[in-house]
């Protein structure tokens, strides 16, 4: 056979044929005459084999080592491998399958995903209540309210800057009046946008500060309060989660949110 006949019938490229000749996974076969390579059955029941074990996923380093393996241990041991690992990438499908449909039936449910999404089925409840306490406002939805919202996704996503469980306490604080609760929370937002451009003496500075530890419920404020002073330290040092925070609020915001965590871990301490 000549390498053309060869590769159609073992269901291969010449191009891949030349690749195991080069790589020497299929031995380089004699030459007529006129310099036309000659296949013998042997090199196509190698180069079919070679075929079906790539198809089952072995590299071709595997692929080598189990036909050079005369008693196929090699191999069975290769198969019981890669057996394993499909098995487990089945449950990885599986689960992103599952999520995927938790995202889809939200976004159904809510006219769309949030743009900090996809988050977790709970904050995107939760962002939905936003949406629907933002649509009641007179004017645009403050900045503020929007920064909030990427902060509990990265929160949600990665659990930097405190405890996993700080969803599950917010969640639990809004209670039965969540549009309540959020309206109050816009009010604050609303407040915080006007110092955007503010000297962090401004007195509004303090009374902001003291309108959210008022938000606050109270087991959330206890729990910010064992966090608050390692996360003002963190942002004075200029290094991790809570200086990387401050550096994303206005001067004058930045100092209402201190002056906050200070008023917690006064009050909790």
Not at 54 to 83: F, K, P
Request: proline share 4%; hydrophobic share 45%.
């Amino acid at each position: 056979m000549r390498i053309g006949e060869l590769a159609a019938l073992a269901g291969v490229t010449t191009r891949t044929v030349r690749h195991y000749h080069r790589i020497g996974l299929l031995p380089e076969s004699g030459r007529r005459a006129n310099g036309y390579r000659v296949y013998g059955l042997a090199d196509a029941v190698r180069l079919t084999r070679i075929r079906r074990l790539t198809e089952l996923g072995l590299s071709l380093d595997e692929v080598r080592d189990a036909l050079d393996d005369d008693a196929g241990n090699d191999l069975r041991e290769v198969l019981a491998e890669l057996d394993a690992d499909l098995a487990r990438q089945e449950e990885r499908i599986r689960r992103r399958r599952a999520r995927i449909a938790e995202l889809l039936a939200s976004a159904e449910a809510a006219g769309g995903l949030p743009p900090e999404g996809p988050v977790s089925p709970e904050l995107a409840a939760f962002f939905a209540d936003m949406a629907l306490a933002s649509a009641g406002l007179p004017g645009p939805e403050p900045a503020m309210a929007a920064k909030e919202r990427e902060l509990m996704a990265l929160l949600d996503a990665t659990g930097a800057g405190g405890s996993g469980n700080w969803l599950a306490a917010l969640l639990g604080s809004v209670g039965d009046d969540a549009q309540g609760a959020l309206r109050r929370a816009y009010d604050v937002y609303a407040r915080m946008d006007a110092l955007a451009g503010a000297d962090p003496a401004d007195p509004r500075v303090a009374e902001v500060a003291g309108a959210i530890v008022e938000l606050m419920p109270e087991d959330i404020g206890r729990s910010l309060a064992e966090e608050a002073g390692d996360a003002l330290i963190g942002a004075e040092t200029g290094g991790g989660f809570a200086a990387a925070f401050f550096a994303d609020l206005a001067p004058a915001q930045a100092e209402v949110v201190r002056q906050a965590m200070r008023l917690l871990w006064e009050r909790h301490r």
